[in-house]
């Protein structure tokens, strides 16, 4: 049964998973964190936008990007570089995508209809999910 399970958890016995993790851990954290940089930065530069297409909202959206979002993904970022976190990176990475998603939706539920950016901002969602699978080092399991 023991086998079988590992087979289905996509897993090496117990020393040598431990050692690929360690291995992944060590190739993936720079593009790791360059990941959770440009985040921070377009999440912050997409600040524009509110000025342009959402000035009604722009007051409550930039509490939300500005107050909440971009501090959780700083503190994550950070958070990378504290050594007895390592084994947890794959959980501050999902961190900060549900920092970053729940953002996108809370700024969706507060913008007004009428503003012209209003229909285009679920398009954030596609874009938090795009950038997290592709740059991240993320992996199933």
């Known amino acids: 049964m023991h086998r079988l399970a590992l087979r289905l958890q996509l897993r090496f016995p117990d020393e ?7 291995a992944y851990r060590a190739g993936t954290i720079t593009t790791t ?20 297409v959402m000035p009604l909202s722009k007051p409550e959206l930039w509490v939300i990007r500005f107050a ?8 994550v970022l950070a958070l990378t570089y504290v050594p007895s976190l390592a084994r947890q990176t794959q959980v501050l990475v999902f961190t900060a995508v549900l920092a970053a998603g729940l953002g996108i939706v809370a700024m969706l539920g507060v913008a007004r209809e009428e503003e012209t950016g209003f229909p285009f901002y679920v398009m954030g969602l596609l874009l938090a999910c795009c950038s997290t699978s592709s740059r991240s080092g993320s992996r199933p399991g």
Not at 16 to 22: A, K, S
Not at 68 to 75: A, E, T
């Open 68 to 75: 909440i979002v971009c501090p959780v993904l700083i503190l």
């Open 16 to 22: 040598t998973e431990t050692r690929f993790q360690d």
């Open 33 to 52: 964190r360059l990941s959770l940089a440009l985040a921070i930065a377009l999440y912050a530069l997409f600040a524009i936008l509110d000025v342009e």
